[in-house]
């Protein structure tokens, strides 16, 4: 039997018992005096399927897990190691104890010392249980044997498949489960970014703009915009950071499966896979870019930038920055920025299943017992105490709870005092268990699960590219897209017709109808299966 199949029997099977529970009135959500969870439906418990926040006390369905003491190693990211990384270690690890008798041994990492001390740790077979991975390494590591297929052990990994539901399946390669995304948003729609004093004071409102890539003329609004800013202020600029429109494109407005190298074009609405860069939606935005820059709307570095939006936009210089957005992208960029700003919509969301696996929680061949390394992860989509630990830190000294049960700083703390901060929520197991961070709506998980539960499909969904054949043409035309993309999505070519055709004969020449070529014969057989 396909183990895909399994997964969806094994699914039906937990939502059935799950609903049999509710019918009779129990609760399996861990209480906030057991590391401070969300319950179900108060604090936005709501997940990825019908049901969320369920404990992970019982992960196959026949009792308390007993990890016999068992440590378990998991490695995380950090936006920096403050001074209380220390006492939360220690409090993962009594919470652990307390739920699933397992110690753990936390390795915080950076992102700027994430990829090379990861390279080192699974070379030379350090000890590791659990760890973040990101689409572009998931072949190499299932080659190298560096990780485990996570369908061997479903059956510890049951509030798990819960927690996802369909999404589940986004984590296979073939018959192999790489391993489990995140709680967060499912599509990326591109939007704008602006400063909310500047936008108010011009006189403008949300509600005048309706940008659609199905009307380019829709566009205009952004150029009146940033033309009025201009205007009013001429020593700030309009647009800034490191995003553009036509850069971050393929992977907003088309099904990329995986990497820009062919596409399902219109949010994935066909199974034909085709050049996007060949496109006349590429070469409008990349127009689009040219009169931003030609006007000096946009910075005169964008094309070179390091410095993201958000770092540009708290320097206080730049009234705007275009990124991927979501529900709450106005209260995340608040703390980032500490301008009030509003979001302009440049285009839907559509739920492909690179917005689902592009980065995945896996298991390491490493891990020493790999039943109770499962166990492990099982418990870290289904404890709420342990994702607001990783998340905000320890409760009562980085961290209370309001009036409304939202997360907040504690009195007389702030962003520059507290000891333990990341708001790295899109990277965790599951934020959806825990608490939202004060700003936020009280129900924002449930508007998260309507945002994904209401997006176009697209028609690959679930079906994740192998790029092992085709291994050496990735690596050139990647080459090739870091040589040309961001030169033309900026505008800062001279011949913007001559420059898309040379960049389209780089690619051809490096390989891209032979990674085309392997994509749909690898998605008609697919389909195929789906039947």
Known sequence: MNIKRVLSLVLALVLLLGAFAACSGGSGSSSASTGGSASTGETGGETGGETGGESAETPAGDGKVDGEGYTANFLYLVAQEGADQQKVNEAVDALAMEEINMHVNMIPMTFG????????????????????????????????????????????????????????????????????SQMKERGYP??????????DELGFKIEDFNVRPSDYSSFDQITELFAAVKEAHPEMICLDGTGVIANGAPLSYTDNLGDDFGVLENYGQTTTITNYFESEQFKKFCEIGKQWYDAGYSSQDIAVNQDSGETKLRAGNAFSFICYVKPNTNIEKLAQTGYEVEVIYMGDAAKSTNAVNSAMFVMANAAEDKV???????????????????????????????????????????????????????????????????????????????????????????????????????????????????DLSAGVVDDLDAKIQEFNDALYAAGLQKVMDEKQAQLDAWLAEQG
């Open 190 to 199: 591109t939007g704008l970014v602006v400063r909310k004093d500047i936008f």
């Open 372 to 486: 109770k390394a499962a166990q492990f992860m099982n418990w870290t989509y289904t404890s709420g105490g342990f994702n607001d630990l990783i998340n905000w830190g320890v409760e009562g000294v980085d961290w209370v709870l309001d009036d409304q049960g939202l997360a907040a700083y504690p009195d007389g703390v702030d962003a520059t005092s507290v000891g333990y901060h990341n708001d790295f929520g899109w990277i965790y197991p599951n934020q959806f268990a825990g608490h939202p961070w004060t700003g936020n709506p009280v129900d924002i998980w449930d508007q998260y699960r309507v945002y994904n539960s209401e997006m176009a499909k697209s028609m690959a969904f679930g079906f994740t590219f192998n790029s092992t054949p085709v291994a050496n043409e990735e690596a050139q035309l990647v080459n090739v897209e870091n040589e040309y993309l961001k």
């Open 113 to 180: 010392t994430y990829s090379s001390q990861l390279s080192v740790m699974l070379a030379s077979n350090e000890a590791l249980d659990m760890f973040p991975a990101y689409a572009s390494s998931f072949a190499t590591y299932i080659e190298s044997q560096y990780i485990v297929n996570l369908a061997d052990y479903l059956d510890y990994l049951q509030g798990t498949v819960e927690v996802f539901g369909e999404d589940a399946n986004c984590g296979y390669i073939g018959d192999f489960l790489v391993g489990f």
